[in-house]
């Protein structure tokens, strides 16, 4: 089993900055990919961005520029800095982790998700 516990949300206002960390325990070795989702309200949760065990990142096009992930170097742990944020990027963000594969389109676990509100 695998536990994944973010911290770092909050309240910003449009043009800011926020950083999001998500640690992982118990069964951590077996986790590859590593990233974050979001779900706005009406809306279905998408994908933000990914990391593989090796580095290799995805984005969304909508963060593309604006979103860095990176990944700690024990591995166990991811963080998201978000810079120039948006009215549009509030939502509550989940952290996300899948075994063994490098892709993260389906998630074997998920944190409890951090609330991000953007204001104009």
């Known amino acids: 089993q695998v536990q994944l516990v973010e911290s770092g949300g909050g309240l910003v206002q449009a043009g800011g900055s926020l950083r999001l960390s998500c640690a992982a325990s118990?069964?951590?070795?077996?986790?590859?990919?590593m990233g974050w989702y979001r779900q706005a309200p009406g809306n279905q949760r998408e994908l933000v961005a990914g990391?593989?065990?090796?580095?290799?990142?995805n984005y969304a096009d909508s963060v593309k520029g604006r979103f860095t992930i990176s990944r700690g170097n024990a591995k166990n742990t991811v963080y998201l800095q978000m810079n120039s944020l948006m009215p549009e990027d509030t939502a509550v963000y989940y952290c996300?982790?899948?075994?063994?594969?490098?892709?993260?389109?389906?998630?074997?676990?998920w944190g409890q998700g951090t609330q991000v509100t953007v204001s104009s």
């Open positions: 990391i593989s065990r090796g580095g290799i990142t």
């Open positions: 996300a982790g899948r075994l063994y594969s490098s892709n993260l389109s389906r998630p074997d676990y």
């Open positions: 118990g069964s951590i070795f077996s986790i590859n990919a």
